[in-house]
């Protein structure tokens, strides 16, 4: 080999040893660059999340129950408790236990408290009692939020079952039941008389009975402040009465047991049928399975709970003044029957989450 091809060959391997370094060196820092970027550069900060937390701190949430110690208000307490815990804001509970006049004392004194609550979720005992305190309440720039019971007010936010659909549910299904092969006698057990739950309720059922003359209603009475003792007695003396009834539309699942039980007495459990509805708690399934129920129309306390917790986090992250924005959510509802009963979920109070 000549000295010339020597010296050409050696400065090519040169060429291609300083290549390769350098091809090296390229690859290491892309690769290097990469890692810094998926170290820092790639992370993201969410230009909404540190504002959302800081909404809630230093917030105030007070819910003001017709009655705590129900599946219903324990559940739906219990949801909004943990959100409480979650976002960091304040939450207490203000019992009225089933005195609307210490309901509406209550919610003078949230009005007057200083500093004042930033959301009442209110639970109406009737729909006009709690009416113009909750515009006061408004007023003064604290969000009311009604529960599952609606005052004849419409105030930032409503979140529950559509009564009116219920009872439409109930009279609907009564009436398949009850064809001219059966004595089409009925009756109806309402609530309070002025209560959301019964007034919305009877719109329903009369839509319905509107359209089947033919069902005769042979009592239609009020169990009170939803007294089972009460559902017991109306339903043992319509029996005596009129042993050939057909159904029972009663208000709510917990004095229905009573109801149902009324019915077992005088021996006619699965010839007297019953349509109630509630929340879709343990009292369903128990009620279903044991053939207390035939009929029932769930407003699912997790799915409103849900709801409700929604509607706080809208109110204390809205720009508007408390009453601006009008937002209501009603609960899709679920019908359960003696049927179907093995299929359902029934909620507990520790069950729930949020």
Known sequence: MSSFQLFRDRRLGRRIATAVLSL????????ASATVYAQGQGAIKDPERTHYYETFKGKRVVFVPVFMGLDLTEGWSRVMSLQA??????????????????????LTQ????????????????DVTSYAKIEKRLEDAGIYVIQLNMKSLTMTT????????VIGETQAEWVAKQCGPDSSQKIMI?????TAPWTVYMQEGYNNVLAKHPNLKVVARQSIGNYESSK???ITEVTLKQHPDLCAIMGVWDIPDLATAAAVKDAGKTGKVLISTSGGGGEVACKGLKTKAFDHYVSYDVPGQSRDV????????QSPDKPGKLKVALYTPLFVYTQEDADS???WAVDTLRQ
């Open 24 to 31: 090296s060196v390229a690859v290491g820092a892309v690769f």
């Open 85 to 106: 815990k979650q976002l960091g804001y304040d939450y207490e509970v203000r019992n009225a236990n089933f005195d609307t006049s210490a309901g509406v004392q209550i």
């Open 110 to 125: 949230l009005l007057n408290e200083d500093p004042k609550p930033d959301v009442v979720v209110i639970q109406n005992p």
């Open 157 to 164: 936010g409503f979140a529950g079952a559509d009564a009116t």
């Open 189 to 193: 057990l309402n609530g309070p008389t």
């Open 231 to 233: 559902a017991k007695s």
């Open 309 to 316: 917790n929604d509607l706080i986090q809208m109110a204390l």
């Open 344 to 346: 359902h979920q029934c």
